[in-house]
């Protein structure tokens, strides 16, 4: 396990401060998290199968996020703990979030013959396209036809949209009646080929 720290004492005091802003409690930060991770499996096994390299920038994007909760999750532990007891009941927190953040360093691991350029087995790809399931991360210009559509009528039943970030939040169950906005970024989720058709109306 790696905790990353900010790089200065100034970005330490941003979080600190961005995390009493947003007055989220524990077990927000831990169910975002956990759907932050669970967004970088699927699109770490679809990097993979696709071979996308610029998936895998999008992954390392979304990693570094995660490492933030997991930063924040600890600070709000810290400022929860008043006294010896409950620093010890939040130990466990603190562990399911070092364990989640391991996750995603497994995925980053994964990944990483992509970044070198180093070719994947047959076998493994294999195995990926048995799953038949991928996804894929969107981010949606000014000129993209999807804007002003609903979630509903852009993905016409062929996928699921697991992830809608905006305005930099994340939302992972967007109502499908949702307006698609310029800068909006969504993750796919389906058949290759239909997420294929998905990705190219973008």
Sequence with gaps: MVIRIP?????????????????????????????????????????????????????????EEIDLRQYEIEAECMLASKTPKDALELTSVIRLSSAMEDISDAIKE???????????????????????????????????????KTLEDFTEGKGDIIG???DGKWDYLPNREEVIKPGDVLIISGRRRMVAEMSKKV
């Design 110 to 148: 994964l990944i990483d013959s992509l970044s070198r350029g180093i070719p994947i087995h047959p076998t493994i790809l294999k195995g990926l396209k048995d799953s038949m399931e991928v996804a894929d991360y969107l981010e949606i210009k000014k000129s993209s036809k999807t804007v002003g």
């Design 7 to 63: 790089k200065s004492e100034y970005q330490s005091e941003q979080i600190l401060e961005d995390l009493l802003k947003k007055g989220k409690n524990v077990v927000d930060l831990i169910v975002e998290m956990k759907n932050m991770v669970n967004l970088a499996i699927a699109l770490g096994f679809s990097a993979l199968l696709m071979q996308d390299k610029n998936l895998v920038k999008k992954i390392h994007e979304l990693e």
């Design 164 to 166: 809608l970030r905006r």
